[in-house]
């Protein structure tokens, strides 16, 4: 079965950095489109960046656009969330999601619904 991991996340101060990763495991790599959401106490899963299975970035989240950058190494089977200049309305459990791509159907990447497989979540605390 598919087996996403998350890795990278920390505490970190306002204005600084943080690299996220996402390890895959158990899938064809190459052909899923993979995203991170995120969800903060009390608030609706939100989405953040996505990247499909050809390397297309979907538009960014509203909250993260600049700030944020999705990227994918398909010889590592691995999507990283490159985190700059950090707010503490950043700080949330941060999830990675994999989508396997099926000819002839190309959802939207910012639906949380359209994933098959999720990973476990890594913490991002934002201090101000």
């Known amino acids: 079965q598919v087996h996403l991991v998350e890795s990278g996340g920390e505490l970190v101060q306002a204005g600084g950095s943080l690299r996220l990763s996402c390890a895959a495991s158990?899938?064809?790599?190459?052909?899923?489109?993979m995203g991170w959401f995120r969800q903060a106490p009390g608030k609706e899963r939100e989405f953040v960046a996505a990247?499909?299975?050809?390397?297309?970035?979907?538009p960014y989240g509203d909250s993260v656009k600049g700030r944020f950058t999705i990227s994918r190494d398909n010889a590592k089977n691995t999507v990283y969330l490159q985190m700059n200049s950090l707010k503490p309305d950043d700080t949330a459990v941060y999830y990675c999601?994999?989508?396997?791509?099926?000819?002839?159907?190309?959802?939207?990447?910012?639906?949380?619904?359209?994933?098959?497989?999720w990973g476990q979540g890594t913490q991002v605390t934002v201090s101000s």
């Open positions: 990247i499909n299975w050809s390397g297309s970035i979907s």
């Open positions: 158990g899938l064809t790599f190459a052909n899923y489109g």
């Open positions: 999601a994999a989508q396997r791509g099926t000819t002839g159907w190309n959802p939207s990447l910012r639906r949380s619904d359209v994933y098959d497989s």
